[in-house]
């Protein structure tokens, strides 16, 4: 069983729709949970980050943590065309400078 | 804002070259990164540095080395290149500490094809 398992898409969506975008992971030590978000020919970029489980909410952008089913999820509403992109889960332990990625949703807004 | 510049953007290369790729910050982080990125593989960590002079494999360390001797500059080295080393190469940087938000910040990939 791989580390973390994120469906690859790709996910294509009308504007105005509620994207989920979801990641499964076996490692029990992961408590850093980070959600990146890669634009074609760019590097990635931290969208958003959670401690342990629990919601965390930043403007249409809520990052869920489930540490007892080890499943996370990052929920986009009202999604716009500029929120077209690659998306990749990220996680690591407490004492670990290693982040595990998943291998990265490519979601399309269709205007 | 903090900025990881990555040398070149488009590299082409001959099998048995040796390749530098370079990388430097400018926000005094102490973590520096090299992963590659391949379509259906992800992102996967090659080396990294918590220091200069100081550096770890990750998990894809053969066929690499790795150079950090100013805190700014990680450069990662590929020793004979080879094709199945074709891939887009990422630098990161990060500020220090394990523990806590200290997300990682990546420059714009260097895609590097080996005939």
């Known amino acids: 069983q791989k580390e973390v398992e994120q469906d690859p898409g790709p996910l294509s969506v009308p504007e105005g729709a509620i994207v989920s975008l979801n990641c499964t992971y076996s490692n029990s030590a992961f408590q850093y949970f980070m959600w990146y978000r890669q634009y074609s020919r760019k590097g990635p970029e931290l969208l958003m980050y959670?401690?342990?489980?629990g919601n965390k909410e930043d403007g249409r952008f809520t990052a869920q943590v489930d540490k007892s089913s080890k499943y996370i999820s990052l929920f986009i509403r009202d999604s716009q065309p500029s929120d077209s992109a690659t998306y990749l889960c990220a996680m690591r332990g407490g004492s670990n400078y290693k982040l595990t990625f998943g291998k990265g949703t490519l979601l399309t807004v269709n205007p | 804002d903090v900025k990881v510049t990555q040398s070149s953007r488009y590299l082409v290369k001959r099998t048995g070259e040796k390749v530098f790729l370079e990388c430097v910050q400018d926000?005094?982080?102490?973590?520096m990164f090299w992963y590659r990125q391949d379509p259906g593989l992800g992102l996967r960590l090659i080396y990294f540095?918590?220091?200069?002079?100081?550096?770890e494999k990750g998990d894809i360390p053969e066929g690499y080395s790795v150079s950090r001797e100013k805190k700014e500059r990680f450069s990662l080295i590929l020793e004979s290149a080879s094709t199945n080393q074709t891939s887009m190469y990422l630098c990161?940087?990060?500020?220090?500490?394990?523990?806590?938000?200290?997300?990682?910040?990546f420059g714009n990939g260097t895609r590097l094809t080996v005939t």
């Open positions: 540095s918590y220091d200069v002079k100081m550096k």
């Open positions: 990161a940087s990060s500020p220090a500490g394990t523990v806590g938000d200290s997300p990682l910040h």
């Open positions: 926000m005094d982080h102490e973590n």
């Open positions: 959670t401690y342990s489980s």
